[in-house]
Nanobody, 118 residues
Framework: QVQLVESGGGLVQPGGSLRLSCAAS????????MGWYRQAPGKERELVAR???????NYADSVKGRFTISRDNAKNTVNLQMNSLKPEDTAVYYC????????????WGQGTQVTVSS
């Protein structure tokens, strides 16, 4: 079983920055892609950013140029640096990892609240 623990959420003013971190632990074989989704009240969960095992990245259009995703394969962690935050970035952010064993299984973190407000 793989467990994910997130940290780094909180309250920040518009224009500010936050860094989210997610650490995977447990019986880990190979981790393929890692990433972050978010869900705002009344909205569907949306992909924010993902990073593959070879560090190829994808971002939602709404965060391009403001957010940066990175990973540390030795520590099984994925980070999301969020700059120039806007009120519309307010959401619960969930990390995930795609764990490769005989099949690919996606594991989720518990979610961390990010609130952008003055």
């Amino acid at each position: 079983q793989v467990q994910l623990v997130e940290s780094g959420g909180g309250l920040v003013q518009p224009g500010g920055s936050l860094r989210l971190s997610c650490a995977a632990s447990g019986s880990i074989f190979v981790i393929d892609a890692m990433g972050w989704y978010r869900q705002a009240p009344g909205k569907e969960r949306e992909l924010v950013a993902r990073i593959t095992s070879v560090a190829s990245t994808n971002y939602a259009d709404s965060v391009k140029g403001r957010f940066t995703i990175s990973r540390d394969n030795a520590k099984n962690t994925v980070n999301l640096q969020m700059n120039s935050l806007k009120p519309e970035d307010t959401a619960v952010y969930y990390c995930y990892v795609d764990h490769l064993t005989r099949t690919t299984m996606r594991h989720w973190g518990q979610g961390t609240q990010v609130t952008v407000s003055s």
